[in-house]
Nanobody, 127 residues
Framework: QVLLQESGGGLVQTGDSLRLSCAATGQAYRQYAVGWFRQAPGKEREFVAAVSWSGGRTYYADSVKGRFVISRDNSKNMLYLQMNSLKPEDTALYSC????????????????????WGKGTQVTVSS
């Protein structure tokens, strides 16, 4: 069992930066690929970024590539999302999630692959 809790969201202006954090419980977390997803009002949940269990491979949605950086610190059971050059279209509820397959070879960008989810942290970018 893995529990996840996000923090770091807030209200910022266009062009600002934010760093989201996700704290995980359970040592099994270190074997799982983890990712960030977001959901804006009236829209489906969408993939933002993911990182392999070792941290060696990262994946990004085209909409955030070059602006967001995902990282993890397995010694602290932490996941991060550094968001730079924020835009109003980045406004959403951001959730971290863990894929329960131990040491997966591939990292999924589909929400259905992730069994563990945090409750989310709101990011609002004003224009």
């Amino acid at each position: 069992q893995v529990l996840l809790q996000e923090s770091g969201g807030g209200l910022v202006q266009t062009g600002d930066s934010l760093r989201l954090s996700c704290a995980a419980t359970g040592q099994a977390y270190r074997q799982y690929a983890v990712g960030w997803f977001r959901q804006a009002p009236g829209k489906e949940r969408e993939f933002v970024a993911a990182v392999s269990w070792s941290g060696g491979r990262t994946y990004y949605a085209d909409s955030v590539k070059g602006r967001f950086v995902i990282s993890r610190d397995n010694s602290k059971n932490m996941l991060y999302l550094q968001m730079n050059s924020l835009k109003p279209e980045d406004t959403a509820l951001y959730s971290c999630a863990a894929d329960p397959r131990p040491n997966p070879v591939t990292v999924s960008t589909s929400p259905s692959s992730y069994a563990y989810w945090g409750k989310g942290t709101q990011v609002t970018v004003s224009s």
